[in-house]
């Protein structure tokens, strides 16, 4: 039987209902809980952005949000 990771850390977590939503689909179709999930994308960042648009959506992002904070 594969070992189930060893999750130490944990932190609060806010986000959008669609960043949620998100997260929970890409969870659920690798077949992931969401605790997982997250920590793929984290250990793995570097290979699952791409590098060029990143900054770009970035952008983007930290423009909308005073709007969305408001």
Known sequence: MPKR???T?????????EAYRGLIRFAE?????PDEA?????E???SVTD???LPH????????LPQRLA
Do not use: D
């Open 5 to 7: 990771l060893r999750l």
């Open 9 to 17: 850390r944990r932190f609060p977590v806010a986000m959008t209902n």
């Open 29 to 33: 179709e690798a077949g992931l809980t």
């Open 38 to 42: 997250l920590t793929f994308l984290f």
């Open 44 to 46: 793995n960042f570097a």
């Open 51 to 53: 590098a060029e648009t």
């Open 57 to 64: 959506r970035l952008r983007l992002f930290k423009a909308e």
